[in-house]
T-cell receptor, first 114, second 117 residues
Framework: AQSVAQPEDQVNVAEGNPLTVKCTYSVSGNPYLFWYVQYPNRGLQFLLKYITGDNLVKGSYGFEAEFNKSQTSFHLKKPSALVSDSALYFCAVSQETGGFKTIFGAGTRLFVKA | GAVVSQHPSWVICKSGTSVKIECRSLDFQATTMFWYRQFPKQSLMLMATSNEGSKATYEQGVEKDKFLINHASLTLSTLTVTSAHPEDSSFYIC?????????????FGEGSWLTVV
């Protein structure tokens, strides 16, 4: 069975500093990995995905994530945080088998202080 | 980009009544859609996989007689919460993957807030 872990409930960072939101996964085959962001009372917005190819994936709003197969991780990063990045971030994994059923991590709340 | 629309965005219903939430893929077809439930400050929990033209596949612990799912066409799936109770109050989100595209992004609706009073 596939699973996703986001070990941090909350990440605090000062504006302008780099940020990292951690994610590890477990699947039986090749993973499809995603990051989504959720603002209060809203649905999810897609940030980026890893399917195959380059381990470093660049996405929306200056975010990027690095796929590390040996550590089964897919940490989300941004070189310089903005106050407007404050939101709830979800890591997710799916597989081609099962019709891309997507499993989400518990979410990490990011607070960026001005 | 691909758009998934949910309707209604907000609904309040009386305890004991049923309420239907629609999920539409506006510019693509999807044989499979997914329904999630999210409690405040928690993650999304997959409820069921909605398959066009066949019965939905429910996750363990989800009552299929209470959460009726119908996937009548390649662009529409509906979730009906039957005999709703206050504990069914939640944020319900659907998602869909464009037909025939391997590994493509899963697109989410904006969600539907259900409050049962």
């Amino acid at each position: 069975a596939q699973s996703v872990a986001q070990p941090e409930d909350q990440v605090n960072v000062a504006e302008g500093n780099p940020l990292t939101v951690k994610c590890t996964y477990s699947v039986s085959g090749n993973p499809y990995l995603f990051w989504y962001v959720q603002y209060p009372n809203r649905g999810l917005q897609f940030l980026l995905k890893y399917i195959t190819g380059d381990n470093l994936v660049k996405g929306s709003y200056g975010f990027e994530a690095e796929f590390n197969k040996s550590q089964t991780s897919f940490h989300l990063k941004k070189p310089s945080a903005l106050v407007s990045d404050s939101a709830l971030y979800f890591c997710a994994v799916s597989q081609e088998t099962g019709g891309f059923k997507t499993i989400f991590g518990a979410g990490t709340r990011l607070f960026v202080k001005a | 980009g691909a758009v998934v629309s949910q309707h209604p965005s907000w609904v309040i219903c009386k305890s004991g009544t049923s309420v239907k939430i629609e999920c539409r893929s506006l510019d693509f077809q999807a044989t499979t859609m997914f329904w999630y439930r999210q409690f405040p400050k928690q993650s999304l929990m997959l409820m069921a996989t909605s398959n066009e033209g066949s019965k939905a596949t429910y996750e363990q612990g989800v009552e299929k007689d209470k959460f009726l799912i119908n996937h009548a066409s390649l662009t529409l799936s509906t979730l009906t919460v039957t005999s709703a109770h206050p504990e069914d109050s939640s944020f319900y989100i659907c998602s869909a993957t464009p037909l025939g595209i391997t590994g493509n992004t899963i697109y989410f609706g904006e969600g539907s807030w259900l409050t049962v009073v």
